[in-house]
């Protein structure tokens, strides 16, 4: 029970869990959905526990100690024999039903806190939409990012979004980097070719000013602008990476929240890989990095793998996906060359 003096009761809620709520805490998880929907689960309420360490200078952090405290010292299911989870373990029917359970990692515990506890997620609740301003798509040569930059901070509303890629040709430019803090940490020094891109309000008030840096592209109009931006700048652009790996590890689910409709909506965007890099033959007397046939034999092992998670129709849609390439949406490992 000593356990207990390392964290202190930090909130407490009854809550009802629904089909609805058990399918996105568990989106990112490898439990199965179908280990905890059972009537009884849902017709009775639960109680949620949030927890934190009474004190900073306390050994292990509230995960280990939660852990272990649940599942003993494995620190995981099924856990210990005479573990809290054991001893709270539902049986009926042959069917094992979890009495008590733990968030596994940082994004179900995010949604977690999203469904149980709003008044302490709110505040990091992602704001509104806002409606997208008329806007421009304007390429400089690389070496200029950081007179772009300085614009940036002096028009603070200026420069709706930018990236690093391999020219600034819409429908040809491949992503390079996001930040300038990545493109500055290359290996390689930028190239005449290399552009930086950014996504330009439309607005008296700075346009002069980026024009007088001598772009060496810019979208004639805002119609055309928006139908640049597209290119360049997808709408699963600002998803962090972390999320996109996660979701590239997740087959289709058959049954979808709202959450995970929006999320697989763009899905098809983020699985997408650069049709150039895996279909253009090599140069003649060139032979192929280590990293790119690493990649590539990675594509094609992942590929393998959906084809036998999916039959049917989904195997076909699948492959149509894969085959949907968005090279704006492919970036480049640092240091990696470029074939013109």
């Known amino acids: ?44 309420p639960s109680i949620a526990l949030l927890l934190k360490r009474s004190s900073e200078n306390l050994p292990n952090t509230i995960d280990d100690v939660v852990d272990q405290l649940v599942y003993g010292n494995h620190r995981k299911p099924p856990g210990d024999e005479n573990c809290a989870y054991q001893k709270l373990l539902l ?88 930040t300038v803090e ?15 891109v950014v996504q330009l309000a439309k607005s008296d008030d700075w346009l002069t000013e980026f024009c007088e840096l001598g772009p060496s592209y810019m979208s004639p109009d805002t119609v055309q602008g928006a139908e640049d931006a597209k290119v360049f700048f997808p709408v699963t652009y600002d998803i962090p990476e972390d999320i996109i790996l996660e979701i590239k590890k997740k087959p289709k689910k058959k049954v979808k929240s709202k959450f ?11 699985l997408q890989i650069d049709k150039e890099a895996s279909t253009e033959p090599a140069a003649e007397n060139e032979k192929p990095s280590v990293e790119q046939s690493s990649t590539e034999d990675k594509a094609g092992d992942q590929e393998g793998e959906y084809e036998e998670l999916a039959d049917g129709e989904e195997e076909g849609e699948r492959e149509e996906e894969v085959a949907e390439i968005d090279k704006a949406t492919s970036p480049i490992a640092d240091g990696q060359e470029v074939n013109d």
């Open 1 to 44: 029970m000593d356990v207990l003096f390392l964290h202190v009761l930090f909130f407490m809620q009854q809550v009802h869990i629904s089909d609805l709520v058990l399918e996105e805490i568990l989106y990112f998880s490898d439990d199965s959905v179908e280990d905890f929907r059972r009537d009884e689960f849902f017709k009775k």
């Open 91 to 178: 049986k009926k029917e042959n069917v094992e039903m979890p009495g008590i359970w733990i968030p596994p990692n940082a994004l179900c515990k995010a949604m977690a806190l999203k469904w149980f506890f709003p008044n302490i997620s709110g505040p990091f609740r992602l704001p509104e939409e806002k409606l997208i301003p008329p806007h421009y798509i304007v390429g400089y040569d690389a070496f200029k990012y950081k007179e772009v930059m300085e614009l940036s901070k002096q028009f603070s509303e200026a420069v709706m979004k930018y990236g690093f890629f391999t020219v600034d040709i819409p429908g040809e430019g491949q992503l390079i980097t996001k």
């Open 182 to 196: 990545k493109f500055e940490k290359r290996l390689t020094p930028p190239t005449y070719d290399e552009k930086i």
């Open 260 to 270: 995970v409709a929006v999320v697989e909506a763009h899905e098809e965007q983020i």
